[in-house]
């Protein structure tokens, strides 16, 4: 039960943007109420013990960190820390009939002996050091402003200063800049993954939504890396929880709101334990909940378009390439069936309402890089985790038949990293209590379920540039892009603009604009 009947800041569900949001606050001496529905905090960012009897907590929905700005764990005195994979990726390929591949990593004589050795020259590896140069360098100078009040249009692109780079990826379609800037479909393909992660897009959609995709997988930390949360991602959640209630927070889990009224002045918001009052309410939910909760039309429907497969292995599969361990091949980004052109056939047969015949995937094993996750007894027995993320599977085909169609697509999913094995994937399952295969696959239905996720999308909504637009508005809430349509109801998730992904930087700009409202 709440401790108050009366709050300076009541915040509507515990994930990692709202505890942040809770952390802030609470520091500055305003009483916050954390309301979640769940039996536990974190939402999406939690670990979890996945297969029966088994001493495995994997990350069961979100899985790296590349967003989370260091200066909001230095802030918040958090315990957590992250650990660089120093593989980029591999991606399995067959040249001249010859199992093959292309290896990135901070090795750079080996990435540049696998580009002449996967392509035939050094003309793909030139251009890719062109490319992700210019991704630099445009990361340098947006993520900090992330946890700024938000820029306009033109100050991000004079901040930016570098009109080729604005155009490449602000205005043009991204596939027209992966095009020109490379030749190969297998090194396209890899560029292009980066705008497809949860984003139901191809290559030359004139929306732009694969360019903002591509455009938050690229800058974070200034560097764009992909880091693994020591701990599982439940460790940074833990730590933001205990962060808020050591400041004061207080925390309600069990506990939906189901309603928000509010004058603009201050709201009422009522949950499973009563009706409570704040000045402001903070929503760590997505727009289309919002609208909800406050008895408005919601805006238009969304839906996520990715299939999550979590694994515990007895063992690596062996691979096809004998030039690559599978232990350097795992560790950072593997990716299954997306090449450019494999890519867009994808994309065009879910668009038409099948499921993708060769469905593109990327995974990585955590264990590898911390195997903290996993007990003793499991890591002297050689067992790793293999996390699996689909691309091209929207909400809308598995509207009918979800289970079978959800089964469908793992199977085909499999068969497509079978295809780039030297051994069936099902050889190296591990087997829980009961005796099932260590394997659990979570379609956006499934997430829609699970987090309350409208339509399963992992952020919200739609992507949005970095910046504000004149008809944003120019109050408090606007200026850190946590506005809604009343002034003192905040977006403090993944739906504020620069939300998205595990960040807190939407918490953290939430809190901001309370404190500049007073």
């Known amino acids: 039960?709440?401790?108050?009947?009366?709050?300076?800041?009541?915040?509507?569900?515990?994930g990692h943007n709202g505890l942040v949001a809770a952390a802030y606050l609470a520091r500055a001496g305003r009483s916050v109420l954390v309301l979640e529905r769940l039996d536990h905090t974190g939402g999406a960012a939690v670990s979890a013990q996945a297969f029966a009897g088994v001493d495995a907590r994997l990350s069961r929905y979100s899985y790296l960190v590349s967003l989370l700005p260091p200066k909001l764990v230095r802030d918040l005195g958090l315990r957590f820390a992250v650990r660089r994979r120093a593989v980029s990726s591999y991606t399995p390929a067959v040249r001249g009939g010859r199992p093959t591949g292309l290896f990135v990593g901070a090795d750079e004589g080996a990435t540049r002996a696998s580009?002449?050795?996967?392509?035939?020259?050094?003309?793909?590896?030139?251009?890719?050091?062109?490319?992700?140069?210019?991704?630099?360098?445009?990361?340098e100078r947006v993520f900090p402003t992330l946890t700024e009040p938000l820029p306009d249009r033109e100050a991000l692109r004079a901040r930016i200063d570098d009109e080729a780079a604005w155009e490449a990826l602000f205005e043009r379609p991204l596939g027209e800049t992966v095009e020109a800037a490379f030749a190969d479909d297998l090194v396209r393909g890899v560029v292009l993954t980066d705008g497809l992660i949860g984003t139901f897009a191809h290559a030359h959609d004139p929306a732009l939504a694969q360019n903002r995709c591509f455009l938050y997988h690229v800058v974070?930390?200034?560097?764009?890396?992909?880091?693994?949360?020591?701990?599982?991602?439940?460790a940074l959640t833990d730590a933001l929880a205990g962060a808020a209630r050591t400041a004061g927070a207080e925390i309600v889990t069990g506990c939906p709101v189901t309603g928000i009224a509010t004058d603009g002045r201050t709201a009422e918001v009522t949950c499973a334990e009563g009706t409570v009052g704040a000045r402001h309410v903070l929503v760590n939910a997505a727009p289309h909940t919002l609208a909800g909760l406050l008895g408005e039309r919601p805006p238009a429907p969304v839906e996520g378009a990715q299939l999550k497969v979590n694994m515990l292995l007895t063992r690596l599969p062996r691979l096809r390439d004998p030039d690559v361990d599978p232990r350097l091949a795992f560790s950072g980004t593997y990716h299954v069936a997306e090449g450019y052109g494999q890519l867009e056939a994808a994309y065009r047969q879910a668009a038409a309402g099948e499921p993708p015949a060769a469905p593109p995937s990327e995974i990585y094993c955590h264990s590898l890089t911390d195997p903290s996750i996993l007990g003793t007894g499991l890591v002297r027995q050689g067992y790793q985790t293999l996390t699996l993320f689909g691309l091209h599977t929207p909400a809308r085909l598995f509207a009918e038949d979800h289970d079978a169609t959800r089964e469908r697509l793992l199977a085909a999913t499999l068969a497509q990293l079978d295809a780039v094995l030297a051994e069936p994937l099902t050889d190296c399952l591990a087997t829980d209590a009961d005796g099932r295969p260590c394997i659990e696959a979570r379609s956006p239905l499934d997430l829609e379920r699970d987090l309350g996720l409208p339509g399963g999308h992992i952020f919200h909504r739609d992507l949005a540039f970095p910046y504000r637009t004149e008809a944003d508005g120019d109050d408090a809430a606007a200026r850190w892009g946590v506005a809604t349509g009343h002034a003192n109801v905040l977006l403090c998730g993944a739906g504020a603009v620069r939300g998205g992904g595990v960040s807190g930087i939407p918490g953290h700009n939430a809190a901001m604009a309370v404190l500049e409202q007073g």
């Open 1 to 14: 039960m709440p401790e108050r009947t009366f709050y300076d800041a009541v915040i509507v569900g515990g």
């Open 220 to 234: 974070g930390g200034g560097t764009g890396d992909w880091d693994v949360p020591l701990g599982g991602m439940g």
């Open 115 to 139: 580009f002449a050795r996967l392509t035939g020259s050094d003309r793909e590896y030139a251009a890719w050091r062109r490319f992700y140069g210019m991704t630099r360098r445009v990361a």
